[in-house]
């Protein structure tokens, strides 16, 4: 067996298990520095894999595969950026720990986006959850504040966990199988009530697990006082894969339930949609922590995902992904930006430290002022493509409400982006503050790789939505 | 040099324009020539390609493809030719003027305002040339953009208020309802392609064909029509080149110039469909222009006096495009006067924003209680400010009269007398409020505490503004050629 050949078979297994693995041995074992490299060369590890898996031709699961692409790019440019932060924020002895359990909560996100064995995806979120709980706590002896964050992170960890392996349990009892496929060909053909039951649990806990409104408060919770180091990690790429899942899940429902059943879901789909679009996008605009916002923020986008979803057709489903992976370039950007601009790295990043941004980090600035412009839907961003699918299915459908969210969304997003931007390029930076720290250039590849994103795939959104295309066949069954 | 050739020099130049500007910041005669042959070449590319249109070519040229058929596209569509050269020539005025005024003033980042200026003037030829709604829409938003440091160029608090007023505004109003009302047309209508008669006409009920007028409208922010006409009034404080850009040349103008386009473009004969909005929105119109005008007369400073004018002077722009043509009229009076009313527009308020910028940089005097006298000392900066203020109350053989009287022929088409009333008595207002000014500093004598040296303005400045006043008699030999070229708009020539 070739190399490439090993690596295409055990994909799966090197993406999810080898995090974990060296995350567990970064917590027991190493020191700082060793954390730093063994971290480097896990996020070389998973875009290595993740282009030999992209390069070499067609996935029988395009949906895992195009998240994977997307989650690694988000990982490895965080990663790259973590060990500098984590230096100002932790002594030496915390330092590996907090790496250990970013690589534990990124190995158990990159399981959740890939697999289609539920009891396996419900294991993976339980740990990715735990995980993040624990990272949260590491911040505790700083300020007492992170222990009710942490704590009800294992709290929601531990519901969903349950709600989530009884619907599972369900669809065993009915389906006698545990893969996502097998489970929608064995109850396709006779839609009863226990599938019905089984997605509806599985749907609820995953609407948690992926802080979709209205479950979102705890996800902005935990991001305002998450290690600024890894935070990346837990708002964007932890959330983003319980969303995929919830996408995939979703397509479960339409193919095991009933017609009236699968109605009813898509338009409760919706409902949570309209409420996760006008919640985050308004809180958004009172937040006064940047890592809030852009939690806040990723649960708008989420909102505006599950419109086009539950919208129906390949088309909706193209909107969805196009939605996910612009909102996550944009939280990115907004993430990795807070903490460049935060001189004494605290659990909180209040957006004060934003002030007088441009004119000490330009550049940071500057791919800032991309993603605020990213939040607001501009043309020629990746997110305004997505936001056009996304209302063009809803009105489509004939949903005018559910277009009127997105639209308030935007409109809300206006007021975010602009005081982003005003903070940045009009107000002066007062000495309390102090000046931005050094050592952005460990930011650059986060910076660079969302800005890319968002402009390039603004300008053609081609490859993107191919690739979405290609899930949303594979998911629907659309021709 | 072929039409598509054409198109694609007067997309890319301002973008050219602006980086070769800034990175030419020093030395600063290296600067100011960049600038001024930036946007004389881009006047000259414009002017080229409304000739070649005049001689029947026609072109269109794609730039990207965002996702299948949303294109970035742009044609070569007469209205949005004329407008494009007519943007593009008074740009080049405008640049002209800019450097005089940078230097009257040591200006502390002229390159900056220059390099926004070339971008803000490239997003208007963008949104004049854009051969769909998609097309307009990203240029409009990039204008709103690009017009920002514009006006808070001026580095006071009030300047900076203003333009991120102006700036959440058209952002806000153009996301919340210009794009629904695209995406909504894009589903009902299956393209956005501009189409002369109409792209929704005959594929849209009354009642949507209304909601979406009121949603264009609205959208529409810059057109300032009651009550986003506060971006303007608010904006009043901007330094001379940036109320000159912005009220005369992009955004202001832009906002008239969409109402135009999607009243002819995209409604056509739908707009009898959505008579109800229609009229509501021109009744609207009427209101701001009346209302505009008379608040004019609270106003003792030059500048904002002018902005309410402004006001005032766009409103008859989205009266003449929701005027239209009447049902079963052989001739598109409404849109005609729209059309004329927005050319002659950008020529009285260029001379006029030039002309108090002059005043202002000059003798420092800001109000028109200090003008007594003054037309003695600056009489090229005067006569021109004359022109601007008999141009904007509609005295013949100035620009600003044809488009009154086709305003009137339109409102008579369509039995809405009120409406040539209120256009002549917002006429009269605008004589009033801009010419007893003007007369007083011409004629009245000059106090005797006024030390103000004979026209200290520099010929950089003289020149666009002398240049910009002759432009308002131009309508007059240009008025033929331009009536042909508009035909379009509905069939037959007006």
Redesign the interface.
């Given at each position: 067996m070739s190399a490439l050949e090993f690596i295409r078979t055990y994909a799966a297994t090197l993406l999810s298990l080898g995090p974990i693995a060296v995350g567990v041995a970064l917590t027991v074992l190493a020191g700082a520095r060793m954390a730093v490299a063994a971290s480097l060369a896990v996020a070389l590890g998973i875009v290595g894999v993740a282009l030999v898996l992209a390069l070499s031709g067609a996935s029988a699961d395009p949906l895992g595969a195009g998240a994977m692409a997307l989650l690694a790019v988000v990982a490895a440019t965080a990663l790259c950026a973590a060990g500098p932060v984590l230096s100002r924020e932790f002594d030496r002895r915390t330092q590996p720990i907090a790496l250990g359990l970013a690589l534990m909560a990124l190995g158990a996100a990159l399981g959740a986006a890939q697999t289609r064995d539920l009891l396996r995806l419900v294991i993976f979120l339980m740990t990715g959850g735990i995980a993040v709980a624990a990272l949260t706590s590491l911040s505790v002896a700083r300020e007492r504040a992170v222990a009710p964050a942490a704590f009800t992170a294992v709290l929601v960890t531990v519901c969903a966990g349950a709600i989530a392996l009884c619907g599972v349990g369900l669809f065993y009892a009915a389906a006698g199988a545990f893969d996502v496929t097998a489970i929608a060909t064995s109850l396709s053909a006779s839609p009863g009530r226990e599938g019905m039951v089984a997605a509806a649990l599985l749907i609820a806990a995953l609407v948690a697990f992926a802080g979709v409104a209205p479950a979102h408060g705890w996800a902005a919770d935990v991001a305002a006082r998450t290690p600024h180091g890894t935070a990346s990690i837990v708002i964007v790429v932890a959330r983003i894969a319980a969303f995929v899942a919830l996408i995939r899940v979703y397509g479960l429902t339409q193919a095991v339930t009933g017609s009236g059943a699968a109605t009813a879901f898509a338009l409760g789909c919706a409902c949570l949609g309209a409420i996760g679009v006008v919640a985050g996008s308004l809180q958004a605009i009172g937040a006064s922590d940047a890592r809030r916002l852009a939690a806040h923020a990723l649960t708008a986008q989420f909102g505006c995902a599950l419109i086009g979803l539950a919208a129906g057709g390949a088309d909706g489903a193209v909107a969805a992904l196009f939605v996910v992976a612009a909102g996550a370039m944009t939280a990115l950007a907004l993430v990795v930006g807070a903490a460049a601009a935060r001189p004494q790295l605290g659990a909180a990043a209040p957006m004060s430290a934003l002030d007088g941004l441009a004119a000490q980090r330009p550049f940071v600035a500057a791919a800032m002022g991309v993603a605020a412009?990213g939040l607001?839907?501009?043309?020629?961003t990746a997110a305004f493509?997505g936001?056009?699918?996304s209302?063009?299915a809803a009105?489509?459908r004939g949903w005018y409400w559910a277009?009127?969210a997105i639209?308030?969304a935007?409109?809300a997003?206006?007021?975010v982006?602009?005081q982003i931007i005003?903070r940045m390029y009009?107000r002066e930076r007062s000495a309390q503050i102090g000046p931005a720290p050094a050592g952005a250039l460990s930011m650059a590849p986060a910076l660079l790789a969302a800005v890319t994103a968002t402009l390039v795939f603004?300008?053609?959104?081609?490859a993107p939505?191919e690739a979405a295309r290609l899930a949303a066949r594979a998911m629907t069954g659309a021709p | 040099m072929s039409v598509t050739t054409l198109l694609s020099i007067a997309i890319v130049l301002p973008l050219v324009h602006a980086g070769l500007v800034a990175l030419a910041s020093r030395p600063p005669g290296l600067r100011d020539v960049v600038h001024i042959v930036g946007a004389s070449a881009l006047a000259l590319v414009c002017v080229l390609l409304l000739a070649s249109v005049g001689q029947g070519d026609a072109g269109r040229i794609v730039a990207?493809?965002?996702?299948?058929g949303?294109e970035l596209a742009f044609n070569t569509e007469p209205l949005g030719v004329v407008f494009a050269a007519v943007a593009a020539g008074l740009g080049a005025l405008c640049a002209l003027y800019t450097v005089g005024w940078m230097r009257l003033t040591r200006d502390p980042a002229p390159a900056r305002f220059m390099a926004f200026a070339a971008l803000a003037l490239g997003a208007t030829v963008g949104v004049a040339l854009a051969a769909n709604l998609?097309t307009f829409?990203?240029f409009y938003?990039?204008l709103s953009?690009a017009t920002f440091p514009l006006l808070?160029h001026r580095s006071n608090a009030g300047a900076?208020r203003a333009a991120?007023f102006y700036?959440?505004l058209m952002?806000?109003l153009a996301?919340?309802?210009l794009?629904?009302a695209i995406?909504?047309t894009?589903?009902v209508a299956g393209t956005l392609e501009f189409a002369a008669g109409g792209l929704l006409s005959g594929r849209v009920s009354p009642l949507a064909a209304n909601v979406l007028l009121v949603l264009y409208v609205l959208g529409i922010g810059m057109a300032a029509l009651f009550p986003a006409h506060r971006w303007i009034t608010a904006a009043s404080g901007a330094s001379a080149p940036a109320s000159a850009l912005v009220f005369a040349v992009t955004a202001a103008s832009v906002g008239g110039f969409g109402v135009l386009r999607i009243a002819a473009y995209v409604f056509g004969p739908a707009l009898h469909d959505a008579a109800i909005a229609a009229n509501g929105v021109l009744a609207l119109a009427i209101v701001t222009l009346l209302g505009a005008s008379l608040a004019a007369f609270g106003r003792r400073n030059l500048s904002e006096r002018l902005s309410y004018l402004c006001v005032a002077q766009l409103s008859a722009i989205t009266a003449g495009a929701m005027l239209g043509p009447a049902e079963n009229a052989q001739l598109a009076a409404g849109w005609f006067a729209a059309a004329l009313q927005l050319i002659a527009y950008g020529a009285a308020t260029a001379t006029l924003c030039f002309a108090i910028g002059a005043i202002e940089a000059a003798s420092g005097f800001k109000d028109f209680d200090d003008l007594a006298g003054l037309g003695r000392k600056m009489p090229w900066v005067f006569a021109a400010l004359a022109l601007g203020a008999l141009s904007f109350a509609g005295a013949p053989p100035l620009a600003g009269a044809f488009p009154k009287l086709w305003l009137m022929i339109a409102a008579a088409d369509h039995g809405a007398l009120w409406t040539g009333l209120a256009i002549a008595v917002g006429a009269l207002l605008s004589f009033a409020a801009l010419t007893a000014p003007v007369a007083r500093a011409l004629f009245a004598p000059v106090p005797t505490d006024h030390e103000v040296a004979p026209d200290r303005a520099p010929l950089l400045i003289i020149v666009p503004t002398v240049a910009a006043g002759a432009s308002t008699l131009l309508l007059l030999v240009w008025l033929h050629p331009i009536t042909a070229f508009l035909t379009n708009l509905r069939g037959g020539s007006p």
């Amino acid at each position: 067996m070739s190399a490439l050949e090993f690596i295409r078979t055990y994909a799966a297994t090197l993406l999810s298990l080898g995090p974990i693995a060296v995350g567990v041995a970064l917590t027991v074992l190493a020191g700082a520095r060793m954390a730093v490299a063994a971290s480097l060369a896990v996020a070389l590890g998973i875009v290595g894999v993740a282009l030999v898996l992209a390069l070499s031709g067609a996935s029988a699961d395009p949906l895992g595969a195009g998240a994977m692409a997307l989650l690694a790019v988000v990982a490895a440019t965080a990663l790259c950026a973590a060990g500098p932060v984590l230096s100002r924020e932790f002594d030496r002895r915390t330092q590996p720990i907090a790496l250990g359990l970013a690589l534990m909560a990124l190995g158990a996100a990159l399981g959740a986006a890939q697999t289609r064995d539920l009891l396996r995806l419900v294991i993976f979120l339980m740990t990715g959850g735990i995980a993040v709980a624990a990272l949260t706590s590491l911040s505790v002896a700083r300020e007492r504040a992170v222990a009710p964050a942490a704590f009800t992170a294992v709290l929601v960890t531990v519901c969903a966990g349950a709600i989530a392996l009884c619907g599972v349990g369900l669809f065993y009892a009915a389906a006698g199988a545990f893969d996502v496929t097998a489970i929608a060909t064995s109850l396709s053909a006779s839609p009863g009530r226990e599938g019905m039951v089984a997605a509806a649990l599985l749907i609820a806990a995953l609407v948690a697990f992926a802080g979709v409104a209205p479950a979102h408060g705890w996800a902005a919770d935990v991001a305002a006082r998450t290690p600024h180091g890894t935070a990346s990690i837990v708002i964007v790429v932890a959330r983003i894969a319980a969303f995929v899942a919830l996408i995939r899940v979703y397509g479960l429902t339409q193919a095991v339930t009933g017609s009236g059943a699968a109605t009813a879901f898509a338009l409760g789909c919706a409902c949570l949609g309209a409420i996760g679009v006008v919640a985050g996008s308004l809180q958004a605009i009172g937040a006064s922590d940047a890592r809030r916002l852009a939690a806040h923020a990723l649960t708008a986008q989420f909102g505006c995902a599950l419109i086009g979803l539950a919208a129906g057709g390949a088309d909706g489903a193209v909107a969805a992904l196009f939605v996910v992976a612009a909102g996550a370039m944009t939280a990115l950007a907004l993430v990795v930006g807070a903490a460049a601009a935060r001189p004494q790295l605290g659990a909180a990043a209040p957006m004060s430290a934003l002030d007088g941004l441009a004119a000490q980090r330009p550049f940071v600035a500057a791919a800032m002022g991309v993603a605020a412009f990213g939040l607001t839907g501009a043309p020629l961003t990746a997110a305004f493509l997505g936001k056009w699918l996304s209302i063009e299915a809803a009105l489509a459908r004939g949903w005018y409400w559910a277009a009127a969210a997105i639209v308030l969304a935007s409109f809300a997003a206006v007021f975010v982006a602009g005081q982003i931007i005003e903070r940045m390029y009009f107000r002066e930076r007062s000495a309390q503050i102090g000046p931005a720290p050094a050592g952005a250039l460990s930011m650059a590849p986060a910076l660079l790789a969302a800005v890319t994103a968002t402009l390039v795939f603004g300008w053609n959104g081609a490859a993107p939505l191919e690739a979405a295309r290609l899930a949303a066949r594979a998911m629907t069954g659309a021709p | 040099m072929s039409v598509t050739t054409l198109l694609s020099i007067a997309i890319v130049l301002p973008l050219v324009h602006a980086g070769l500007v800034a990175l030419a910041s020093r030395p600063p005669g290296l600067r100011d020539v960049v600038h001024i042959v930036g946007a004389s070449a881009l006047a000259l590319v414009c002017v080229l390609l409304l000739a070649s249109v005049g001689q029947g070519d026609a072109g269109r040229i794609v730039a990207a493809e965002p996702l299948p058929g949303l294109e970035l596209a742009f044609n070569t569509e007469p209205l949005g030719v004329v407008f494009a050269a007519v943007a593009a020539g008074l740009g080049a005025l405008c640049a002209l003027y800019t450097v005089g005024w940078m230097r009257l003033t040591r200006d502390p980042a002229p390159a900056r305002f220059m390099a926004f200026a070339a971008l803000a003037l490239g997003a208007t030829v963008g949104v004049a040339l854009a051969a769909n709604l998609f097309t307009f829409f990203v240029f409009y938003e990039a204008l709103s953009i690009a017009t920002f440091p514009l006006l808070a160029h001026r580095s006071n608090a009030g300047a900076g208020r203003a333009a991120a007023f102006y700036l959440v505004l058209m952002l806000a109003l153009a996301m919340g309802a210009l794009l629904p009302a695209i995406i909504w047309t894009s589903v009902v209508a299956g393209t956005l392609e501009f189409a002369a008669g109409g792209l929704l006409s005959g594929r849209v009920s009354p009642l949507a064909a209304n909601v979406l007028l009121v949603l264009y409208v609205l959208g529409i922010g810059m057109a300032a029509l009651f009550p986003a006409h506060r971006w303007i009034t608010a904006a009043s404080g901007a330094s001379a080149p940036a109320s000159a850009l912005v009220f005369a040349v992009t955004a202001a103008s832009v906002g008239g110039f969409g109402v135009l386009r999607i009243a002819a473009y995209v409604f056509g004969p739908a707009l009898h469909d959505a008579a109800i909005a229609a009229n509501g929105v021109l009744a609207l119109a009427i209101v701001t222009l009346l209302g505009a005008s008379l608040a004019a007369f609270g106003r003792r400073n030059l500048s904002e006096r002018l902005s309410y004018l402004c006001v005032a002077q766009l409103s008859a722009i989205t009266a003449g495009a929701m005027l239209g043509p009447a049902e079963n009229a052989q001739l598109a009076a409404g849109w005609f006067a729209a059309a004329l009313q927005l050319i002659a527009y950008g020529a009285a308020t260029a001379t006029l924003c030039f002309a108090i910028g002059a005043i202002e940089a000059a003798s420092g005097f800001k109000d028109f209680d200090d003008l007594a006298g003054l037309g003695r000392k600056m009489p090229w900066v005067f006569a021109a400010l004359a022109l601007g203020a008999l141009s904007f109350a509609g005295a013949p053989p100035l620009a600003g009269a044809f488009p009154k009287l086709w305003l009137m022929i339109a409102a008579a088409d369509h039995g809405a007398l009120w409406t040539g009333l209120a256009i002549a008595v917002g006429a009269l207002l605008s004589f009033a409020a801009l010419t007893a000014p003007v007369a007083r500093a011409l004629f009245a004598p000059v106090p005797t505490d006024h030390e103000v040296a004979p026209d200290r303005a520099p010929l950089l400045i003289i020149v666009p503004t002398v240049a910009a006043g002759a432009s308002t008699l131009l309508l007059l030999v240009w008025l033929h050629p331009i009536t042909a070229f508009l035909t379009n708009l509905r069939g037959g020539s007006p």
